[in-house]
């Protein structure tokens, strides 16, 4: 076990050995299956270790907060894949927004800022 260079962090992405990606699903959002091995904190490699990987983008996020009360804004959203699982499917977040092709973080949480929290 090593500490990484400049990082707060053990191991680094030489830690891990990429065997196979492959994309099950491409829409809105895609599903690939990683299959790779990673160093243990022993130096040994592991096993091979199988993930799906939900991929949706990168988004951009933030916390606006109003100084004169002192406060944050929060926006409420219906989220349906909390409906099972929550007391309501409205759920209180962050401001954010997806980053599209060509779009600079700055940019999407202007727009993102104006869009849900006005």
């Known amino acids: 076990m090593r500490k990484s260079d ?8 030489s830690d891990v050995e990429i065997i196979a990606r492959e994309t099950c699903y491409r829409g809105f959002f895609s599903l ?5 091995r990673h160093r243990l904190f ?3 490699m592991s096993g091979e270790v199988k993930r799906e990987i939900f991929e949706r983008g990168h988004a951009a996020v933030l916390l606006p907060f109003d100084p004169e009360r002192d406060e944050v804004v929060l926006v409420e959203q219906i989220r349906i894949a909390a409906y099972d699982t929550s007391v309501t499917p409205w759920l209180l977040e962050m401001v954010a927004g997806m980053i599209e092709e060509g779009e600079t973080i700055e940019a999407v949480a202007r727009r993102e800022a104006m869009e849900e929290a006005g």
């Open 6 to 13: 400049n990082l707060p962090v053990t191991f680094t992405k």
């Open 32 to 36: 690939d299956l990683y299959r790779f």
């Open 42 to 44: 022993s130096g040994e």
